[in-house]
């Protein structure tokens, strides 16, 4: 009984001319914890309030478990809301916070008084019971309207940015006690954010969005490692993306070896995809920079497949656990490949590559990735 199947299918939001929702679908699992991930204005607030019921879709279906949602009340169907603004009532206690929705359907005395504590606990808040939310912390608040929008035991969870007001480090173990939370209470998570790292490390899967639009729905895994457009392939942790054109196609191992022609590389690149693609298609190349090897002088190598290009360190960013470098290729476009290097060892005389050195980058065909939808 505990989460419920939400069915978004074809839901559509206009504001006049502007189309906030352009015909989106997505299915969420049962107790899944799954993020709608985009850059600000992309439509995530929107799909939200539709699926709570304080916004109506212009076309579409809204389903949980497989029954029409659409003609209930917000109340009416078993969804809360968390917002970045907690609302809570500042003149009432944590106690009382929590204890509201249960208050307003009249459950009794002690009823109340046993779930209240129970919920309380479950977000670690028993030593501030009788605290106003003024004298509570950021993150302590938001665990207040956490629990009270758990009390009710809603089978769907809604939240909307529930973490963005607070610092980085907070932030962070908030996040690792929501998931916490998640697979205590069990029930569906909808989690809405424009930050990415959050949503790669807690999702079960995550919705893309982009311009009113999902661009791709899939693990974690799948967005950062196969990334459906370009824009994906970009938003998500960061890469290097070029277009490029298909030269050949060979079958190797159980993939294809292909060889396009990136301009902005300035040659061909070989690189592995599980696709046979045609001959002249375009398309995006795309590497991971901390997959990227860089180094003084040419990798010694016998994989004949190992894309290496010659460039100069324009930047070395050093950063503490890693050292981040964008070197302008040698060729006539001066193209930036930026690389991420780990500082896994000491190092006695500091980094060894330094600003306006010559240095090779270089990459196996297995690390490069072909992104098929170019969005242009
Ligand atoms: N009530 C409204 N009237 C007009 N435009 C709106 C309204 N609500 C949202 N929008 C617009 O729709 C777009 C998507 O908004 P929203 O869903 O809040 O985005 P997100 O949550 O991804 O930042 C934005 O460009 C926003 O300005
Ligand atoms: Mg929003």
């Known amino acids: 009984m505990k ?28 107790g899944e914890f799954f993020s709608l991930l985009g850059p600000s204005g992309c439509g995530k607030t929107t799909l939200l ?38 609302a809570l009532f500042p003149h009432l206690t944590v106690y009382e916070n929590i204890a509201f929705p249960l ?22 808040l028993d030593d501030h019971i009788t605290k106003k939310p003024s004298m509570l912390s950021g993150g302590q608040k938001q665990r207040v309207a956490i629990a009270r929008a758990l009390i009710n035991e809603p089978r769907v969870l809604l939240l909307d940015e529930p973490l963005s007001a607070l610092d980085a480090k907070l932030r962070q173990n908030l996040l690792v006690e929501l998931d916490e939370l998640h697979d205590k209470v069990g029930i569906t998570f909808i989690y809405v954010t424009h930050d ?24 974690p895994y799948e967005i950062y490692e196969a990334p459906a457009t370009r824009f994906v392939a970009q938003f998500i942790g960061e890469s290097n993306t070029f277009p490029c054109t298909v030269l050949s196609c060979e079958p190797y191992e159980n993939e294809f070896m292909i060889k396009v022609d990136v301009p902005m590389l300035g040659g061909t690149v070989s690189v592995t995809d599980y696709d046979a693609l045609e001959v002249g298609s375009k398309l995006d190349f795309t590497v ?11 990798p010694r190598s016998t994989n004949k497949e190992l894309n290496t290009y010659k460039g100069i360190v324009d930047e070395p960013v050093y950063s503490g656990f890693q050292s981040k470098f964008y070197v302008r290729l040698d060729n006539e476009q001066k193209s930036i490949v930026k690389v991420f290097k780990q500082h896994t060892a000491f190092l006695d005389d500091g980094p060894e590559i330094d600003w306006r050195d010559t240095v090779y ?15 242009r």
């Open 3 to 30: 989460g419920v199947e939400v069915t978004v299918e074809q839901v559509s939001r206009a504001y006049g001319d502007f189309k906030a929702l352009d015909n989106v679908s997505v299915q969420i699992k049962k």
């Open 49 to 86: 309030r539709i699926i709570a019921g304080f916004d109506y879709p212009d076309n579409g279906k809204v389903e949980f478990d497989g029954k029409d949602i659409l003609p209930l009340a917000p109340d009416k169907r078993q969804s809360n809301t968390v917002f970045q603004t907690y």
């Open 103 to 124: 208050r307003l359907k009249h459950v009794d005395k002690e009823e109340i008084d046993k779930k209240v504590k129970e919920y309380v606990h479950l977000v670690q």
């Open 196 to 219: 990415q790292s959050e949503a790669l490390s807690v999702s079960d899967r995550i919705a893309v969005m982009n311009k009113g639009k999902v661009l791709q729905i899939g693990t």
């Open 288 to 298: 991971r920079p901390e997959k990227v090897r860089i180094t003084s002088t040419p």
């Open 361 to 375: 980058v270089s990459w196996t065909a297995t690390d490069g990735y072909l992104v098929k939808d170019t969005d």
